[in-house]
Structure formats: structure tokens, C-alpha cells
């Protein structure tokens, strides 16, 4: 990060693209806290994160939800348990009432009745939906998506993509994703933000940046390399 300096508003659904090590993971991070900048401000709802102790930042944390890029559930738990981890870990509710959560939480995604399954049975895509039934579980204020449809062919991927949509406009949640996948991106995106060289070089509507000419913006949407030398034969 060189100054990277972005605003997301409530209820908005932000996509942050750039080539692979531009820092898009590294600024997930620093939005729940896992990493902290050396310079700058968090700020999230008008209070900067940066500098909280790890106590006062556990209640912000509990208004995001992260779905991961591998979806990270625990092998030895069933997909109820998975999806029922933090609220167990949090102790506040009733196995009974848990249990209505964990099917409210499972039927948004489409995976109604799946409870007793194990992460080994599941598919790719099934995997990435209870990784997003585990993470809106807690009606999460801002949800965090890291490349949520790496992996996964293209029906697949757009049923993700459908789901997505659908979390934000059931829980008017405040999405923030990372992707490379740009179909992705068109899909889910009210704004689009382009990292480079550590600063936010781009940022516009998702049919500004398909008419945008600038080379660098152009050749990434359309994944054209520049790089290598033509080959002589």
C-alpha cells in the first residue's frame, strides 16, 4: 500500500480488482483487522480500528463476514456445526434456537436439509455456499468476499455470483470483493476499484470501466499480457 486512500458507502457492493500482489488481500485484511497499516486509518463506522486493542476490536469484527477463497471449513465438523461455529462460540443463544439459524442460513443459500453432510462430501460450490451460510449467519453489517468464485466452472460460479446479490439485497449487507474474475465483477458490483502500484488507480461503475481505453485498465479487464517478448520460430 503507497497511500491507498477508498470510501465504501453502507449498502454498497464494491469490487476491488488488480494483478496478484497489488495488495486487494492485504486491504481485506486490514478492514477486520488481521493486519494493521504502518501508516493510515481503518475507519469504520467513524471509528479508527487501527489503533484498538484486540478487546475493543472484537465487537467490530462482529459486524463483518468473511467468505474465504478455499470457503475454510473444518473438515471434522458437519455443515451444521460449521455454520453454527460462531454463534456456539459466542454462547449467547440456545442449542434450539441455534439450530433455526443454522436452517435460515442454509435455505438463503440453497442448501436446505444439508446439515448432516461433511465438508468431503460437498462439492466446490456447495463448499463456497456454506462458507457464505457460516459467514451471514450473524447478519453481518459488511461482508468480505476473497475471490469467491476461484475454482469453480462458470454455472457454478454464477450461481455464486446470484447468491451474492441475493445476501446483499436480503440482509442490506455492505459488500467488499476481491476477484479476479471480471464476469464476476460485472455480475455483483454497484462501483468497481482498480489497485496498481499500491493506490486505487480506477474506480467507477462497472460499464465505466468496460468503455475506459486507458491500456492498463484495458489490457487487465481484458486479460491481455504485454509482458513477454514475441517468440521467434
Known sequence: MRGLDLTVNDDESLVLIGRSGT??????????GLLK?????????????????????????????????????????SVEE?????????RRMKDK????????????????G???KMPAE?????????????????????????EPTAGLDPIVADSINKLIVRVCEKY?????????????????????AMLYNGQIYFQGTPEEIQKSSDPIIYDFVNGISRDLPVLEL
Open 122 to 146: 460437498l462439492s466446490g460450490g456447495m463448499k463456497k455456499r456454506v462458507g457464505l451460510a457460516r459467514a451471514v449467519i450473524g447478519h453481518p453489517k459488511i461482508m468480505l468476499y476473497d
Open 23 to 32: 495488495g486487494k488481500s492485504v486491504t481485506l485484511k486490514s478492514i477486520i
Open 172 to 192: 442490506k449487507v455492505t459488500a467488499i470483493t476481491v476477484t479476479h474474475d471480471m464476469t464476476s465483477a460485472y455480475a455483483i458490483a454497484d462501483r468497481i
Open 97 to 112: 434456537e441455534i439450530k433455526e439459524k443454522v436452517a435460515e442460513a442454509l435455505e438463503a443459500v440453497d442448501l436446505a
Open 37 to 77: 497499516p504502518d501508516k493510515g486509518e481503518v475507519l469504520i463506522d467513524g471509528e479508527n480500528i487501527v489503533s484498538m486493542k484486540e478487546k475493543k476490536l472484537i465487537p467490530f469484527r462482529r459486524k463483518m463476514g468473511m467468505l474465504f477463497q478455499n470457503a475454510a471449513l473444518f473438515d471434522s465438523m
Open 114 to 116: 444439508q446439515q448432516s
Open 82 to 90: 460449521n455454520v453454527a461455529f460462531s454463534l456456539r462460540e459466542d
